[in-house]
């Protein structure tokens, strides 16, 4: 697997600085894995060798030679195994994925590659994933979820938001698991915004729903913690609130495909009372499901009759009342919420026909 994580990038592989450091570097690194060939009644000096691919692997990355350098870390990940030194092999594998999305974000800085070459980005997420699964075997999953947010974070910053969602996701479950809640909800708050970038509006609005869930959740448990705890899952349901209506707003799923979770959130906001009950109306009616609250009992007021009357717009295809409330809105959201809100808007003016 450790071969494998290197790829295209290992030795011989592009990312060099030339061909005389091609050839240098190819005669040291076989000469350094040569003594750890076995030998009659001589074992191999596995200690030995994983000080000098270390001290090879520095060399290379003050040269600007990453790939290179990022081979030698694998080679040190290797040594550190069959020495079954697990805390070694993991910061290795994650030096190893630094250095190979460092060299993606050069490359694209460099050649102004707009997609890179991807092969580096691979490289780098079997590096880290191996690495958290070996803190994770070591009963560290905050650890782990650090590795996963680190890459999350390089690839967002090389232009690659979409492919940070997966390992915001697995941050969250982690984090989670650890019973870390308000850090797993910041997790998912990144995965949605890094969907949006990508135009996935559909798993950002799953990713919002768990959140909020899971902010419920821990809204329930956090009785006996204090209200700062208590006021910081509000703010994260109040959050996940408006979000998850513009969504439902912009993508306008038919009643079919509706989920149930979706359908008690929407008809929080309908102003005509429900078959068989009482409208919800500001400040009633049922949460959306999970245990959660009603929105408008966390919601500002003026923010909760404001996205009835946008809800109530939508529905009537109100392209100018929507208008108009937009720019009530406008102050109260945030700059992600107001880009869906526009999104909207747009939608009902110009409709794409074919859906987002």
Known sequence: MLAAAGGSSGPGGAGGSGPGLDGDFLSRYRLVSA?????????????????????????????ESLPYAAWCQLAVARCAQSLFNGPAEAAALA???????RQ????RQRLGLRGGFGEHVAAAQSCGAFAARLHLERGQPAVAAGLCLEL???LRDTGQPA???????????????????????????????????????????????????LAGAGLGGAGGAGAAAGGAFLDVLARCEVSRVLLLLLLQPPPAKLL????????????????????????????????????????????FLLLQSAVLACQE???EALKALQAELWPLLSAEQNHLLHLVLQEMVSPAGQGL
Do not use: I
């Not at 750890?36 to 290379?60: G, H, I, M, T």
């Not at 390992?167 to 797993?184: G, V």
């Open 260 to 303: 149930p979770e979706h359908a008690r959130t929407l008809e929080q906001y309908c102003w005509e009372p429900a078959e068989g009950g009482a409208g919800p109306g500001p400040g009633g009616g049922p949460g959306a499901g999970g245990g959660l609250p009603p929105a408008a009992s966390y919601l500002p007021a003026e923010l």
């Open 317 to 319: 295809k109100d392209a």
């Open 104 to 107: 993606e974000r050069d490359l």
């Open 95 to 101: 030096e190893a994925a630094r250095l190979f999305l």
């Open 152 to 154: 999350a974070a390089a």
């Open 163 to 213: 492919r940070a969602a997966a390992p915001l996701q697995r941050a969250a479950d982690l984090l989670a698991a650890a019973r870390l809640p308000l850090e797993a909800l910041r997790c998912l708050a990144e995965r949605a915004s890094c969907l949006l970038l990508g135009r996935d509006y559909a798993g950002a609005l799953a990713a919002l729903t768990r959140a909020q869930a």
């Open 35 to 63: 003594k750890l060939r076995r030998r009659f009644l001589r074992k191999p000096n596995v200690a030995e060798a994983a000080e000098q691919f270390a001290a090879l692997a520095r060399e290379l990355r003050a040269q």
